[in-house]
Antibody, heavy 119, light 110 residues
Framework: QVQLQESGPGLAKPSQTLSLTCTVSGGSIGSGGYYWTWIRQPAGKGLEWIGRIYTSGSTNYNPSLKSRVTISLDTSKNQFSLNLSSVTAADTAVYYC???????????WGQGTLVTVSS | QTVVTQEPSFSVSPGGTVTLTCGLSSGSVSTGHYPSWCQQTPGQAPRTLIYTTNTRSSGVPDRFSGSILENKAALTITGAQADDESDYYCVLYMGSGIWVFGGGTKLTVL
């Protein structure tokens, strides 16, 4: 059974970089055929697709966040990561990682981690 | 940027049928958008009910079905139950590796 678990600081200061990691268990992140994806949800609001990375390392980002987002893969640790720079209070949200098949099936989700941006 | 539209809220009686829709601010939804539907209850991570328009995820009851109706993706719940009361989100593939979620529909069963 594949499981995803987000981890990282729960608090980030304005203008700094938010960094989160998603650890995958029960399957190899390097096995191919999947897009490893980040999604976020501000309190009381809807889901926002942030971006994804393929096993090859190729990335795609939400155009509205593209200038601030970097997603990377560490196959040796079976993890992928999110860096979001120059954060503001508007970046406060629950951040989810998910595995997505080539056909667009969001088949496994992490439980989510709350990141608050505040001084 | 194209916006994915959903009804903000919907209400259905227990045992009733409801169809939630997922449209585009510009253009029509097609199977090429690979529409998926996710269900989320408060405090929980979303779970995918339907993907590639009409494929049910493992373990999802067959009262949930997906389709394309009048240029929108649609999620139909036939014989709604109390525990179907949740937020429902669609997500569409927009091309060039980009996906966009709709704003979500809050479904009330009463």
């Amino acid at each position: 059974q594949v499981q995803l678990q987000e981890s990282g600081p729960g608090l980030a200061k304005p203008s700094q970089t938010l960094s989160l990691t998603c650890t995958v268990s029960g399957g190899s992140i390097g096995s191919g055929g999947y897009y490893w994806t980040w999604i976020r949800q501000p309190a009381g609001k809807g889901l926002e697709w942030i971006g994804r990375i393929y096993t090859s390392g190729s990335t795609n980002y939400n155009p509205s966040l593209k200038s601030r987002v970097t997603i990377s893969l560490d196959t040796s640790k079976n993890q992928f990561s999110l860096n979001l720079s120059s954060v503001t209070a508007a970046d406060t949200a629950v951040y989810y990682c998910a595995r997505v098949t080539g056909g667009g099936f969001y088949d496994y989700w992490g439980q989510g981690t709350l990141v608050t941006v505040s001084s | 940027q194209t916006v994915v539209t959903q009804e903000p809220s919907f209400s259905v009686s227990p045992g009733g049928t409801v169809t939630l829709t997922c449209g585009l601010s510009s253009g029509s939804v097609s199977t090429g958008h690979y529409p998926s539907w996710c269900q989320q209850t408060p405090g929980q991570a979303p779970r995918t009910l339907i993907y590639t328009t009409n494929t049910r995820s493992s373990g999802v009851p067959d009262r949930f079905s997906g389709s394309i109706l009048e240029n929108k993706a649609a999620l139909t719940i036939t014989g709604a139950q109390a525990d179907d009361e949740s937020d429902y989100y669609c997500v569409l593939y927009m091309g060039s590796g980009i996906w966009v979620f709709g704003g979500g529909t809050k479904l009330t069963v009463l």
